[in-house]
């Protein structure tokens, strides 16, 4: 394997990052985009849907080419099966991976547990708290559901974030809208946001973000990193949008 420099060597310092989700569901049009973008100092995100179709494969080649990866899959199922999918990941050489704290302590511990035995390929572990498409009546539904009485989704978040902080977790991923509250209770996570618009450029088309901040807003509110993804892949000049975004990055904080 190839020589490979910790991704927890890599400390934020301080700059809020620029992720870009490639939310593709082809190989090749992800992969042109990496090439719009080469040079920028960005982190590529694979979700669910381009990782179905293009497999460990297309990361394997993102590495290759020397990309920061997000691995944004989301994992909640039966420690032995999250830690061995962790595991998978981790010897992919991805910087980031997704999990759900709803998976509980044993879960996230025992993945912490298992990747400390590899420091070198350590990806971050970023916990994923009630998803920012639940709103207050939705996620009702859930918890009264399971407990027989309603909570809101802002309390669910605050005590998964208290938890789960505890559990091992290198970082997590909420709304700016939470990154007050996250930053108060545990202010060494690595933060992640999304829902972020940038100030100049044409709307999404048929947009589903409804609690939008702008790069330079998630900034200045101490945002790790932000999640973009068609401001960026919709753009006619994705590479100017990049430049742009990663401009109004640069705060004084
Ligand atoms: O296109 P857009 O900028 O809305 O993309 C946002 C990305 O962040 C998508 O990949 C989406 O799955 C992801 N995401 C999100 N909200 C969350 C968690 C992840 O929008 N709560």
């Given at each position: 394997m190839a020589p490979h420099r910790s991704h927890l060597s890599r400390v934020p310092n301080g700059q809020t990052e620029l992720i870009v989700a490639?939310?593709?569901?082809?190989a090749d049009s992800a992969l042109q985009l990496v090439k719009q973008l080469a040079g920028l100092p960005v982190i590529f995100k694979v979700g669910s849907e381009l990782f179905l179709h293009a497999g460990p494969a297309l990361v394997r080649e993102l590495v290759h080419q020397k990309c920061r990866v997000f691995l944004d899959l989301k994992f909640h199922d039966i420690p032995n099966t999250v830690v061995s999918a962790a595991r998978q990941a981790a010897a992919l050489q991805v910087e980031l991976l997704t999990l759900h704290l709803s998976g509980g302590s044993a879960m996230v511990r025992a993945v912490r547990e298992e990747l400390d035995h590899i420091p070198e390929l350590r990806p971050k572990l970023i916990g994923v708290s009630v998803l920012t498409s639940f709103d207050d009546v939705r996620w009702a539904e859930v918890t009264r559901a399971m407990t027989s009485h309603a909570v809101t989704a802002a309390e669910s978040v605050l005590g998964l974030v208290e938890s789960g902080s505890s559990w091992g977790i290198d970082g997590l991923v909420c709304s700016a809208l939470e990154l007050d509250v996250v930053r108060r209770i545990a202010p060494t996570l690595y933060t992640v946001i999304p829902g972020i618009r940038p100030t100049l450029g044409a709307p999404v088309q048929g947009d589903d973000q409804s609690r939008i901040m702008s790069p330079r807003d998630a900034a200045l509110a101490g945002a790790s990193s932000i999640v973009m993804g068609r401001p960026i892949t919709q753009a006619s000049d994705p590479r100017k949008v990049v430049e742009r975004v990663l401009a109004e990055l640069q705060v004084e904080r």
């Open positions: 490639l939310d593709y569901a082809r």
